[in-house]
């Protein structure tokens, strides 16, 4: 009976321990596992074919500023091929400016990269799908971003699963069918596994990524 009470009072303590801890506290296990994919200081690990004057490193973030152009990883993480994941990086476009972030996808060296699905950055520019769109697949027409200001976008694959999320916020959850209808090059839009890559849409669009990050699943 001793026994038995002395364990319910500290199963009682452990709750008021745990109920008592702060948000900060309780959330810092979601910062375990993440890896950075840039070191802030050059391109080291990343690879461009075409028009590669469009990505410089400018006060520790990527930025992109130029013809059309594509910017893979290709560094040793997973040896840059991702097959489940949590990816994030915070992201700042200027006024009528368009991006987008791959995954799944593979080098090309030039043209638009034909693999994997992309993960639209656009607050302003004319393309009225917004950031946060899977593109035409899945397409969000409000803006959950503004220009100018930094914001945080994450993509989480899990299965035949994307969920993401523009500031905490579910923008996109959309989960692949068993066999996809696809068309033209459209075939290769399909979950399987492969890397990053950071795009550069149109001489007009300039936009940075700083804190870019991945956690394997």
Not at 54 to 64: A, D, L, M, P, R
Not at 117 to 141: A, C, F, K
Not at 174 to 188: A, F, I, L, Q, S
Not at 206 to 212: C, H, L, P, Q, W
């Amino acid at each position: 009976m001793k026994q038995k009470l002395r364990t319910t009072i500290a199963s009682l303590m452990l709750l008021g321990v745990l109920g008592g801890m702060t948000a900060q506290e309780k959330n810092q296990g979601d910062d375990k596992g993440w890896i950075s994919l840039f070191n802030g200081k050059n391109l080291d690990g990343w690879k461009v074919g075409e028009n590669a004057s469009t990505f410089s490193v400018e006060n520790g973030t990527i930025k992109v500023s130029g013809p059309k152009a594509h910017l893979f990883y290709t560094g040793a993480v997973e040896n840059h091929t991702f097959k489940n994941f949590e990816f994030k990086a915070s992201v700042m476009t200027r006024p009528g400016s368009n991006s987008g972030i791959y995954i799944h996808t593979r080098y090309q060296e030039k043209d638009w990269p034909i693999h994997g699905y992309e993960v639209q950055v656009n607050n302003s520019q004319e393309d009225w799908r917004r950031t946060g769109s899977l593109y035409s697949i899945q397409d969000v027409i409000e803006n959950y971003a503004a220009d100018d200001v930094w914001y945080t976008e994450y993509v989480k694959v899990q299965g035949n699963r994307i969920i993401i999320k523009i500031n905490d916020t579910v923008v996109v959850d959309y989960t692949e069918p068993e066999n996809p209808k696809r068309e033209g090059n459209g075939v290769h839009r399909i979950l399987g596994s492969g890397t990053f890559a950071l795009q550069g849409h149109d001489p007009g669009s300039t936009v940075f990524y700083k804190d870019i990050m991945v956690r394997p699943l």
